[in-house]
């Protein structure tokens, strides 16, 4: 079993609009959470890092949230632009291991 | 900075025969890491290397693929007598010795027919 689980799976939004992705996890110990931004065939971009202290992490419309009691994270994309239609990777990492989550796959359609 | 290179983007091959592929990581980051990943999943680890040392292989990594990293800068990863289930991407990611954000490069994509 995954022990970074994302959902939903995919969704699709009008552009515009706002949306929130999930991130449960069970990797322990950690000591980051990572958000990454996939484009179809390209190789994945850093958007947020968040030690396990920190709660919320910003990066322009992207703001990652943190609950290391609970497990979860969040990724909310606000006001929701074309370009933002990719596929979005929640990471766990200790010391030089990671560990992915499938994806949610986003699509922003106009 | 001109980020992590991989070569080739894009790879067509028979099945049987052997492909190997290049990664140039940022200059100076000494960590350096390769994934494979398939349509819809995300990224599996494959191996890790600190300098020249490789420190993790996955038990992914059957006897017909190698890694190496021989002077700590470029990677080469080698997959011999290729399989159609080795067709995916091939990713390359390294980090600096010191701070934490991780650099994917564009991937390689092996498509075995």
């Known amino acids: 079993k995954n022990q970074v689980e994302q959902s939903p799976q995919s969704l699709i939004i009008l552009e515009g609009k706002n949306c929130t992705l999930q991130?449960?996890?069970?990797?322990?110990?950690?000591?980051?959470l990572r958000w990454y931004k996939q484009d179809t065939g390209r190789g994945p971009v850093s958007l947020t890092i968040m030690t396990f202290s920190e709660n919320t992490k910003s990066n322009g419309r992207y703001t990652a949230t943190l609950d290391a009691d609970t497990k979860q994270s969040s990724l909310h994309i606000t006001a929701s632009q074309l370009s933002d239609s990719a596929s979005y990777i929640c990471v766990v990492s200790w010391d030089y291991k990671l560990s992915f989550g499938a994806g949610t796959t986003v699509t922003v359609r106009a | 900075d001109t980020g992590v290179s991989q070569d080739p983007r894009h790879k067509i091959t028979k099945r049987g025969q052997n492909v190997t592929f290049r990664c140039d990581p940022i200059?100076?980051?000494?960590?350096l890491y390769w994934y494979r990943q398939t349509l819809g999943q995300g990224p599996e680890f494959l191996t890790y290397?600190?300098?020249?040392?490789?420190?993790?292989k996955s038990r992914l990594l059957s006897d017909r693929f190698s890694a190496e990293r021989p002077k700590g800068s470029f990677s080469t990863l080698e997959i011999q007598r290729t399989e159609q289930g080795d067709s995916a991407m091939y990713l390359c990611?390294?980090?600096?010795?010191?701070?934490?954000?991780?650099?994917f490069g564009e991937g390689s994509w092996l498509t075995v027919v």
């Open positions: 991130c449960n996890y069970t990797v322990s110990p950690f000591s980051n």
């Open positions: 290397f600190q300098n020249e040392a490789q420190l993790e």
């Open positions: 200059s100076e980051h000494n960590r």
């Open positions: 990611a390294s980090r600096p010795r010191s701070g934490n954000t991780i650099y």
